[in-house]
């Protein structure tokens, strides 16, 4: 019962790594021994990070951008050639875009389709051999996709492709969980409610008081919030989980 939630020894690939919940969950991850690598678009936002999460445990870094199937196999060579074997893969990568309906335009839900739902799709068939190396019976190799609220309920922000494209994460997971279940790997959603983020600073500054209010604990998330849950799915205490899409909302989707 000690070790039910260590992580000590796994190797975890983090998508969207450097900045808000991604590295939240990987900081989580680092300073509970695990080997961590973080992947952003943007190499200095990757030197950062590893310089910022290397005073807790390894991290190593690999820029790659997810927007296309080739970025998702580029990612998945490079930590290759690094590691035989994948015990965690997060998928948090994510973009967002804000528009009146009159004005949405195309290109948005290109991009944030792009990288919000086939980026997991493209980098988990990608890096099925390294999950492969590492999954059994007893140890199932995990994935973690990052979902939102926005994917539960409809939103009062106009983010038509955002919000919908969180839905479609969470059932892109259970689709993938039942099928990679026999693989002895498990695949469940966080929804992440409000916590601060690059994406979610505007918000908060214009509406935070009204978003505290909202929510039933009275608070936004904070960083040990988003960790204990990805150490939760990452560790034995979460092998016996799949095809969940997991709150971590203070409440909030209890109200909607």
């Known amino acids: 019962m000690k070790d039910l939630f260590s992580v000590a020894g796994k190797t975890v690939l983090i998508t969207g790594g450097t900045r808000g919940i991604g590295l939240m969950i990987a900081r989580g991850f680092v300073e509970h021994g695990a080997d961590v690598t973080i992947a952003s678009r943007?190499?200095?936002?990757?030197?950062?990070?590893?310089?910022?999460?290397?005073?807790?445990?390894?991290?190593?870094?690999?820029?790659?951008?997810?927007?296309?199937?080739?970025?998702?196999?580029?990612?998945?060579?490079?930590?290759?050639?690094?590691?035989?074997?994948l015990d965690v893969l997060v998928n948090n990568a994510g973009a967002n875009w804000g528009a009146p309906i009159e004005e949405y335009p195309d290109s948005a839900w290109d991009k944030v389709m792009a990288l919000n739902v086939k980026a997991i799709f493209h980098l988990t068939r990608t890096c099925l051999p390294l999950l492969y190396e590492s999954a059994s019976a007893d140890a199932p190799a995990r994935i973690i996709n990052v979902g939102s609220i926005d994917?539960?309920?409809?939103?009062?922000?106009?983010?038509?492709?955002?919000s919908s494209s969180k839905a479609a994460v969470h059932h892109l997971t259970r689709t993938l969980a039942k099928r990679l279940a026999r693989e002895h790997i498990t695949v469940n959603a966080?929804?992440?409610?409000?916590?601060?983020?690059?994406?979610?600073?505007?918000?908060?500054?214009?509406?935070?008081?009204?978003?505290?209010?909202?929510?039933?604990?009275?608070?936004?998330?904070?960083?040990?919030?988003?960790?204990?849950?990805?150490?939760?799915?990452?560790?034995r205490a979460g092998a016996y989980v799949t095809g969940a899409i997991i709150p971590v909302d203070g409440g909030m989707s209890t109200t909607l």
């Open 42 to 85: 943007s190499k200095d936002a990757c030197n950062e990070a590893v310089a910022e999460l290397s005073q807790y445990g390894i991290c190593k870094a690999i820029p790659a951008d997810l927007g296309t199937e080739d970025g998702c196999k580029a990612l998945a060579t490079a930590f290759a050639a690094t590691s035989k074997k």
């Open 151 to 162: 994917g539960l309920h409809a939103p009062d922000l106009e983010t038509y492709a955002y």
């Open 190 to 235: 966080i929804a992440p409610g409000p916590f601060p983020s690059k994406m979610m600073k505007a918000t908060l500054e214009d509406f935070g008081e009204a978003i505290v209010s909202a929510v039933p604990l009275r608070r936004i998330g904070e960083p040990e919030d988003m960790a204990g849950v990805a150490l939760y799915l990452g560790s």
